[in-house]
Nanobody, 121 residues
Framework: QVQLVESGGGLVQAGDSLRLSCAAS????????MGWFRQRPGKDREFVAT????????FYAESLKGRFTISRDSAAKTVYLQMNNLKPEDTAVYYC??????????????WGQGTQVTVSS
């Protein structure tokens, strides 16, 4: 059984930075990717970023390029999301996920419970 636990969320002011972490445990297929999604108030869950477990390759939502950076540890058991210059519109519940997908949420198999990020103006 695979478990994912997010951490690092909180209340910050616009312009601040946060680094989210997601620790994975259990048996994970080496071919699966690790990614981040978010759900803003009143909106559908959206893709944020993903990174391959067997390479340095990463992919970002177009609107978040330049502000958010995804990374992982060498064992591919922890994935991070560095968020810079946060804006009120970034307020959301952020989820980490593992699966064979890339940008589509339904293609991910394992999900964390989410961590709340709130950005005040």
């Amino acid at each position: 059984q695979v478990q994912l636990v997010e951490s690092g969320g909180g209340l910050v002011q616009a312009g601040d930075s946060l680094r989210l972490s997601c620790a994975a445990s259990g048996r994970i297929f080496s071919s699966h990717v690790m990614g981040w999604f978010r759900q803003r108030p009143g909106k559908d869950r959206e893709f944020v970023a993903t990174i391959r477990r067997n390479s340095f390759s990463s992919f970002y939502a177009e609107s978040l390029k330049g502000r958010f950076t995804i990374s992982r540890d060498s064992a591919a058991k922890t994935v991070y999301l560095q968020m810079n210059n946060l804006k009120p519109e970034d307020t959301a519940v952020y989820y980490c996920a593992i699966g064979p997908g890339l940008t589509t949420a339904r293609d991910y198999i394992h999900w964390g419970q989410g961590t709340q990020v709130t950005v005040s103006s």
